[in-house]
């Protein structure tokens, strides 16, 4: 599976991720739920420009990186990215004891 262009490559590092919290759910109840935190603290956090969440919509992809927010690349990506994909999980009918696989994107893509 692959990227075709910038706007696309957060969907490979959003469910790399999210699979790995799910399966450090089931290694370790209640850690995803702090992962996901951890992640959102990140996004809300305020930095001398601004919070990170401000600094544009995942499907920016590098274009993120600014000297306004010269972290907000990772930091979206990966906090806004994962959570997006752990709100669209329950939503789209794919267990999270269950993994993603690249028949699942069809379904994740009309949520």
């Known amino acids: 599976m692959d990227w075709?262009?910038?706007?696309?490559e957060w969907?490979?590092?959003a469910v790399a991720n999210y699979s790995a919290l799910v399966m450090l759910e089931k290694q370790?109840?209640?850690?995803?739920?702090t992962a996901l935190n951890y992640y959102r603290g990140e996004l809300?956090?305020?930095?001398?420009n601004g919070i990170i969440a401000e600094a544009g919509p995942v499907t920016l992809g590098h274009r993120l990186t600014s000297s306004?927010?010269?972290?907000?690349?990772?930091?979206v990506l990966y906090g806004?990215?994962?959570c997006s994909f752990t709100c669209c999980a329950p939503c789209c009918a794919i267990p999270a004891v269950k993994p993603v696989t690249p028949s699942s994107?069809?379904?994740?893509?009309a949520c």
Do not use: C
């Not at 075709?4 to 696309?8: A, F, I, K, L, M």
């Not at 370790?28 to 739920?33: I, L, R, V």
């Not at 994107?105 to 893509?109: A, E, G, M, N």
């Open 44 to 48: 809300l956090r305020e930095t001398k």
């Open 68 to 75: 306004k927010f010269p972290d907000a690349y990772e930091r």
């Open 4 to 8: 075709v262009s910038y706007r696309d």
């Open 28 to 33: 370790h109840p209640g850690d995803m739920k």
């Open 80 to 82: 806004r990215g994962t």
């Open 105 to 109: 994107f069809p379904r994740l893509k």
């Open 11 to 13: 969907i490979i590092e």
